[in-house]
């Protein structure tokens, strides 16, 4: 397998952890966001988005993190990121997607070069408009989380799932633009617990090959 990443994108940084987690290490092809190579000719041969991460498995080339982390569970399903139960396969991801589907797309590098480029906002405005947007959508997923009845020292449980591997990169950017973490006390534990998983750990963005 071959995977297309960035050391710093989170939808890269979900699959890395999904991929320690299930013992896999699949040859990574750095595709460097800042430069723009995702833009280039050869790279959107391989996914015409122009995103990461992509997954070449051989046979075709996989696209979007949580359908690679799917696919991953549904052929490699051990150890499982998903509940056996209908009901908590739902909630697992319904705060996935609340990360995934809400907060990222908002403040991804293309929105934020957008703001900057086209629509002329300088970088306070652009560091406001981050944190505005991540700051809301982390304080949902606090809620979500006591909602469901804090049920161990990951996100629902005892074990990481899909939960977990949204969560802890999103947390990781939320710093580095400084967002206000204050009012998800409970989310922050969760991310220090996950720190400390060697899953976590070997596939934070600082300690990546491509790493600058």
């Given at each position: 397998m071959k995977f297309y990443g960035y050391y710093r994108s989170s939808a890269?940084?979900?699959?890395?952890?999904?991929?320690?987690?299930?013992g896999l290490a699949p040859d990574l092809v750095p595709v460097?966001?800042?430069l723009g190579e995702q833009r280039s000719d050869t790279y959107r041969s391989v996914n015409p988005?122009?995103?990461?991460?992509?997954?070449?498995?051989?046979t075709r080339v996989l696209?979007?993190?949580?359908?690679i982390i799917e696919w991953l569970e549904e052929t490699h399903p051990e150890p499982p990121l998903l509940?056996?139960?209908p009901e908590a396969?739902?909630?697992?991801?319904?705060?996935a997607l609340a990360v995934a589907a809400d907060i990222h797309p908002l403040n991804n590098l293309r929105v934020l070069q957008y703001l900057k480029g086209p629509l002329g906002q300088d970088q306070a405005a652009i560091d406001a408009w981050y944190r505005h947007w991540v700051e809301t959508g982390l304080a949902a997923c606090e809620a979500l989380v006591v909602k469901g009845g804090r049920r161990g020292p990951y996100c629902f449980g005892d074990s990481p799932t899909l939960a977990d591997l949204c969560l802890v990169p999103q947390l990781y950017n939320a710093r580095r633009f400084n967002a206000d973490l204050s009012g998800c006390p409970n989310l922050v534990a969760i991310d220090?617990?996950?720190?400390?998983?060697?899953?976590?750990?070997?596939?934070?963005?600082?300690v990546q090959p491509d790493a600058e």
């Amino acid at each position: 397998m071959k995977f297309y990443g960035y050391y710093r994108s989170s939808a890269a940084y979900r699959c890395r952890i999904a991929f320690n987690l299930k013992g896999l290490a699949p040859d990574l092809v750095p595709v460097h966001l800042r430069l723009g190579e995702q833009r280039s000719d050869t790279y959107r041969s391989v996914n015409p988005q122009e995103l990461v991460p992509s997954l070449d498995i051989g046979t075709r080339v996989l696209t979007q993190s949580l359908a690679i982390i799917e696919w991953l569970e549904e052929t490699h399903p051990e150890p499982p990121l998903l509940p056996g139960d209908p009901e908590a396969r739902a909630e697992v991801r319904a705060f996935a997607l609340a990360v995934a589907a809400d907060i990222h797309p908002l403040n991804n590098l293309r929105v934020l070069q957008y703001l900057k480029g086209p629509l002329g906002q300088d970088q306070a405005a652009i560091d406001a408009w981050y944190r505005h947007w991540v700051e809301t959508g982390l304080a949902a997923c606090e809620a979500l989380v006591v909602k469901g009845g804090r049920r161990g020292p990951y996100c629902f449980g005892d074990s990481p799932t899909l939960a977990d591997l949204c969560l802890v990169p999103q947390l990781y950017n939320a710093r580095r633009f400084n967002a206000d973490l204050s009012g998800c006390p409970n989310l922050v534990a969760i991310d220090a617990h996950c720190a400390t998983h060697p899953a976590f750990a070997n596939a934070a963005p600082d300690v990546q090959p491509d790493a600058e």
